[in-house]
């Protein structure tokens, strides 16, 4: 058995992929109906989207809740339901997310010479707790799927099926420092625009490349880790999202304009007047 994950931040879409539909279409002829559902109530994606977008909210520094991962066995053995269902409980034990803790749905593609379930689950806990983290998936994995696989009597993937790489290591690692930097500097007060986001990205080693059009409005970012390109979208900020939320936030020297007295006009003196007569 080997797991491969990403990351996203559309409940719907997710379960509407798992479901064997198209989004925006209620019902299809290929719909596949869940192998197991965990903390959710209703019959459709949509319903258990709707649910799943609302634990997820309550945790602001979240921006790609959805954890989706493939489990797969070898071409040819034959796994149970209870097995495929004892395997995604384990797993999401394994990883940080308790399915007694966190809303999953499991769907079960058919559409393959091997068994493969999907599992969506909200990273956001039920219990206010922190969030299943994303870092070293690539290394945590193969170990995680072995354990389970003896654990259950299944048969391991050869050795060198366990090494398949769902996303670069090194960029993964990359990703993830990059995500966590530009989410810890969006969240400072007096954030002062894309000079001062760049100046303290260089500062943690971190390169970042704007795209601007005629106008010289922001469209685009980039940034660089240890000779690791990484797009703006893929740590969750394109061009148009930075930029709001750079601008989100007063300067200093705007909150000082702000209250910053209105000065008093002298008041004239008053115009001498010549004797009576």
Known sequence: MIAKTVTGSD???????????????AKEPGEVQPLYISNLVGATPQLMAQQMQSVASESRRIQKPVWHTVLSWKAGEVVTEAQKVAAVKRYCELMGAPVARHQVVVYEHKDKQHAHVHIYLNRVPLDGGPALRTSNNF???????????????????PERRQSIKDVDPSKELAREAIREAVQRLLTEQGRRG???????????????RYTHDKGGVLRGVSFELNGVAVKGQEVGFKGAELREAL????????VQQQ?????????????????RL
Do not use: D
């Open 139 to 157: 290394y945590r994995q193969p170990a995680i799927t072995k354990q389970i696989s003896e654990e259950l009597g299944m048969q391991p993937l």
């Open 259 to 275: 209250v910053a007295p209105v000065p008093r006009q002298p008041t004239p003196e008053p115009k001498k007047r010549g004797p």
């Open 247 to 254: 601008q989100a936030a007063p300067t200093p020297a705007q």
């Open 11 to 25: 409940f719907e879409g997710a379960l509407t992929y798992g479901a064997g539909l198209r989004k925006g279409k």
């Open 194 to 208: 894309e000079s001062w986001f760049q100046e303290q990205l260089r500062r943690q080693q971190i390169a970042v």
